[in-house]
């Protein structure tokens, strides 16, 4: 089980970025997905996620609006769509699975989103 990040590096306030989350050794439909974020002495927080059947998503209240989550099924990845970027979504980036019946959570390296002029 494997899950690989990207996409991450540094944007203007108001700027957009997408980063990826490529899966392998699981089936998306099994997992939902989430994205966490977390700077240094904080902890890590949800951003967002999606269930394995693609019917419901969450976003935290900081990015509502502005983060969409979406999947390619067929190229096992989970994106994160981030516009209108402000420097308090500085952060590292990652993604988790997490599997409801097994209650089993699987996670990727971070990948560094730098919101800065």
């Known amino acids: 089980v494997q899950l690989q990040a990207s996409g991450g590096g540094l944007a203007q306030p108001g700027g957009a970025l997408t980063l990826s989350c490529t899966v392998s050794?699981?089936?998306?439909?099994?997992?939902?997905i989430g994205w966490f974020r977390q700077t240094p002495g904080k902890e890590r927080e949800v951003v967002s996620c999606?269930?394995?059947?693609?019917?419901?998503?969450y976003y935290s209240d900081s990015v509502k609006g502005r983060f969409t989550i979406s999947r390619d099924l067929a190229n096992n990845t989970v994106y994160l769509q981030m516009n209108n970027l402000k420097p308090e979504d500085t952060a590292d980036y990652y993604c988790?699975?997490?599997?409801?019946?097994?209650?089993?959570?699987?996670w990727g390296q971070g990948t560094l989103v730098t919101v800065s002029s």
């Open positions: 988790s699975a997490f599997n409801p019946f097994t209650v089993t959570r699987y």
């Open positions: 050794g699981f089936s998306l439909n099994r997992y939902a």
């Open positions: 999606v269930t394995g059947t693609g019917a419901s998503t």
